[in-house]
């Protein structure tokens, strides 16, 4: 049985489950994301403060179980960002999506904890939302290993700065 105490993590979605409980997706630093179960959160008397278990929020959390889905064992939050809203919102909205969709449960890339942290920072500040999603974007994808090389071409020659190229979803940069 697996059981983890006091990793860092953010929420990726939440939703209900039976009676009581709530389904979480969490990517954790060390961990990769990981499904939860938080039994007891929509009671009369929850576990846990109903603010506490929401997207964009960093979390350490508790965890133990067997297979796909584990059991939330505990909750803290470790810093509070101030709420997204519009654009920025939505923006963080998409952010926690591609996250869900592309990563593997178990599947560790604490390369891109750090990346969904700064992009969750840089959308709390004055920095450009699409910039934000742009480079986000470039580092999940080159987290997981689809990003194409920036360094070499496709004849693996470094690229020169003052030439022309075009990207081949194929093989990568071609000098034009």
């Not at 990726?12 to 994301?33: D, I, K, N, P, W």
């Not at 064992?73 to 869900?100: F, I």
């Not at 939302?129 to 987290?143: H, I, K, M, Q, V």
Request: proline share 6%.
């Amino acid at each position: 049985m697996r059981r983890i105490e006091r990793e860092p993590a953010f929420l990726l979605h939440c939703r209900a489950y039976r009676e009581t409980s709530v389904m979480l997706e969490a990517l954790c630093a060390t961990q990769g994301r990981v499904g939860l179960i938080a039994r007891g959160v929509r009671s009369e008397r929850p576990r846990w403060p109903r603010g506490l278990l929401e997207p964009f929020q960093l979390l350490s959390i508790g965890f133990a179980g067997n297979g796909e889905l584990v059991q939330l064992t505990a909750a803290d939050s470790e810093s509070v960002l101030p709420r997204l809203a519009g654009e920025r919102l939505l923006c963080g909205l998409y952010v926690n999506e591609l996250t869900l969709r592309l990563l593997a449960r178990d599947d560790p890339h604490p390369d891109l904890f750090d990346a969904y942290r700064k992009c969750l920072v840089a959308l709390h500040g004055e920095t450009s939302p699409a910039w934000t999603l742009r480079r986000f974007e470039c580092d999940l994808l080159g987290g997981l290993g689809y990003a194409p090389s920036l360094a070499r071409d496709a004849a693996g020659d470094a690229l020169v700065e003052d030439r022309s190229y075009r990207l081949d979803p194929e093989a990568g940069a071609v000098g034009t």
